[in-house]
């Protein structure tokens, strides 16, 4: 089956990175690690990894950087005071899984 | 010469600034700029399809579908099967299968509750049947007279047409008047694998294109058939929406590749506009008009298969708006506070990433950069502020220092330096806020329990007035002491949609938000608000377009995320911080009105 999504590393640097014609474009969605998600096959999203110099990465890859921001997330959640902890607005970061 | 009130009907408003009661096309005069003034909307000069949500099962959909861009249903497909699908406007979801699994088959409905699906293909060969969708089940009823595949129909359950089709080519139509199949005046030039206008009736309809890549269109009366102006792109295995005065015709196959064309018909000619993002043939799609149509799956050479990838076709003249990322601020933070405009925006408090830290921590925005300036004296998170404050005259109010320290301590920024000035009445923190650093509302909030105390602030004294409705915290404000919104909220368990009208004396629930949340970003004023991102279960990326009424959903942020702040209008507004937490800005350009200067 085609691949629904690609995913590629770069680095945000604010104005321009994504400027409002390709947001208009595409769905774009932001993961931890600088990891990117655009629609597979599409060209905008094509010509926007290009402009960013995104790296591209399978989506095993991109799971990976994932995983290890979260997990580092998360020993820093589980390193605060249990009060820190118990703050309803501070849940411990979930485990994000990345689509195909 | 009639004067501008004969014409129009109401004098020329004088007012101070940008008139936030002018109608589209009011003309009106500001007094502080010394310029008359009116208002249009803000919309696209030319239609664009962008991504929307992805089929549930890759496949070629055979130029087939039923409804309209936000309420479509899609069935059958290559490789054979029954499986169908329901789009509202976001996203699919699969439901009840077709009776009978089969490729190619027309499909056609006003929308996801009521439509027939006829025809089609599986082997050995092409099929006569016919099924009707009553919004969860698939029912087979009376069948075509001429089985066919890759035919195409328009119309509705109780009045429907088919046409053309394989094998081989046929002229042959049929209409449905809810019961049974008739046959009826023939094409002039016999089709299959080409599209029609299928939302039109069945008495008024185009069919165009097919095999072997014709450009070939014809127009449907409800009696004959006619030729009229062909496409420019001849094609075939395209996708097909709109009605015989409104189409649209996009994708397919142009004899030796898929092509990502989209052509516009205004009613007697077609025109080229803007391309799909992924070229495709055999894709499936419906629309209402050419301004807005939905293209989903197809076979997507790019990819080496069937794709499940959906485009959302909208047509010029349409509102919309987006983000874009922005300058990130200096210091990642959460759950602070922001205000001013797009070009000129104030962020303070917060919370700094584990090990959490309350923060006083203070930065301006000139349009370009944000730069670090003088700390509150108290440090905290979960303010509240004025949303209508600016760079050199803000206000903020309650928070939370841990552990558990409600606060009543206000502070005023002069553009220099956080003072110390008397305090609210009642301590609270995750509180609503809205107006400017000398009229601003403090409300709802969390003391050790919801609280539901408003307060106003005169530039001296809080005092005590009529409380919010909806108890709740986490709600966010927008607009001035004497018109505000307070939206959304956290009750205490889940979010609420809830959304209560400020109007200088008593608040008033009014329409609700379409997605229910809490600690969301917002700009502008009562007439024309904004709300983005936010929380419910999950980090949303969701932004609410207010035109006073009623909330639109418009485009998502890039970077969904919650405890975020913001700042500007509907026009143009930036969105910053908030998340785990961070240091990412979006700006906004906005679907709402533009206001713009009268020149000679």
Not at chain 2, 327 to 341: M, P, Q, V
Not at chain 2, 369 to 388: F, G, K, L
Not at chain 2, 444 to 457: H, L, P, Q
């Amino acid at each position: 089956m085609a691949k629904t999504y690609q995913y590629c590393v770069a680095e945000n640097w604010g104005k321009g990175f994504i400027d409002h014609v390709e947001s208009q474009r595409i769905t774009f969605c932001s993961f931890p690690g600088n990891v990117w998600q655009v629609p597979a096959y599409n060209k905008h999203g094509n010509l926007w990894i290009a402009k960013v110099a995104g790296t591209l990465k399978t989506k095993d890859e991109a799971q990976a950087i994932v995983d290890a921001e979260v997990q580092a997330a998360q020993a820093a959640w589980d390193a605060q005071t249990d009060e820190q902890k118990a703050d309803e607005m501070n849940p411990r970061p979930a485990d994000i899984t990345l689509e195909e | 010469m009639a004067t501008y009130k004969q014409n129009v009907g109401t004098a020329v408003v004088n007012y101070a600034g940008n008139y936030p009661g002018a109608v589209d096309g009011e003309l009106w005069y500001d007094s502080t700029n010394k310029d008359f003034k009116y208002r249009y909307p803000n919309v696209t000069a030319a239609g664009s399809w962008r991504t929307g949500g992805n089929l549930n099962t890759a496949r070629q959909l055979g130029q087939s579908g039923a409804g309209t861009r936000d309420s479509a249903l899609v069935a059958g497909g290559e490789p054979d099967t029954g499986k169908t699908e329901e789009y509202n406007g976001t996203s699919w979801t699969e439901v009840n299968d077709l009776t009978t699994a089969r490729r190619n088959s027309a499909t056609v409905g006003a929308n996801t509750e009521a439509a027939l699906s006829f025809g089609g293909f599986t082997p050995p060969g092409a099929k006569a049947l016919n099924e009707q969708w009553n919004g969860t089940n698939w029912t087979e009823i009376a069948d075509l007279n001429t089985a066919g595949r890759a035919r195409q129909g328009s119309g509705t359950t109780t009045a429907a047409l088919a046409f053309g089709g394989g094998p081989s080519a046929t002229t042959d139509t049929e209409t449905w008047n809810g019961s049974a199949w008739t046959e009826v005046n023939n094409l002039n030039t016999a089709r299959y694998y080409f599209a029609a206008s299928g939302y039109g009736p069945n008495t008024a309809t185009l069919a165009f294109g097919g095999e072997s890549a014709i450009t070939n269109n014809e127009l449907w009366n409800g009696t004959n058939w006619t030729e009229t102006a062909d496409l420019n792109t001849g094609r075939r295995l395209l996708c097909g929406a709109g009605i015989s005065t409104s189409a649209l015709a996009f994708g397919g196959y142009n004899g030796s590749a898929s092509v990502d064309n989209t052509e516009l018909w205004n009613g007697s000619s077609w025109a080229e506009t803007t391309d799909l993002s992924v070229a495709r043939h055999e894709l499936g799609g419906t629309g209402s008009t050419n301004g807005a149509a939905i293209g989903a799956g197809g076979y997507a050479p790019s990819a080496g298969a069937a794709t499940n990838a959906t485009e959302e076709w909208t047509g010029a003249g349409v509102g919309v708006g987006a983000w874009a990322t922005s300058t990130a601020i200096n210091t990642a933070r959460k759950y602070g506070s922001g205000a001013g405009e797009y070009t000129a925006a104030i962020f303070f408090a917060g919370r700094t990433p584990p090990p959490s830290s309350p923060s006083g921590n203070t930065e301006i925005w000139d349009g370009s950069t944000w730069t670090e300036v003088n700390d509150m004296n108290t440090a905290r998170n979960e303010t509240a502020s004025a949303t209508r404050g600016t760079t050199t005259a803000s206000l903020v109010f309650g928070g939370d220092t841990p552990p558990n320290d409600n606060h009543a301590d206000t502070e005023i920024w002069n553009g220099t330096n956080w003072t110390e000035v008397n305090n609210l009445n009642t301590g609270r923190r995750a509180l609503g806020g809205a107006g400017t650093s000398t009229a601003a509302l403090a409300f709802s909030g969390y003391n050790s329990t919801n609280v539901n105390n408003c307060e106003t602030w005169n530039g001296t004294n809080w005092t005590e007035v009529n409380n919010v409705n909806a108890t709740r915290r986490y709600g966010v404000g927008l607009g001035t002491n004497t018109s505000a919104l307070f939206i959304g909220g956290y009750p205490g368990s889940g979010s609420t949609a809830a959304n209560e009208q400020w109007n200088g004396t008593n608040w008033t629930e009014v329409n609700n938000i379409n997605t229910s949340r809490y600690s969301m970003g917002t700009a502008g004023t009562t007439p024309a608000g904004l709300i983005f991102s936010g929380y419910h279960t999950t980090a949303l990326a969701n932004t609410e377009d207010w035109n006073g009424n009623n909330w639109s959903e418009v485009a998502d942020m890039n970077s969904g995320r919650d405890g975020l702040s913001g700042a500007g209008t509907t026009t143009n507004a930036l969105g910053f911080s908030g998340g785990s937490p961070g240091v990412l800005a979006e700006e906004w350009s906005g679907s709402s009105d533009v206001t713009k200067v009268l020149t000679d």
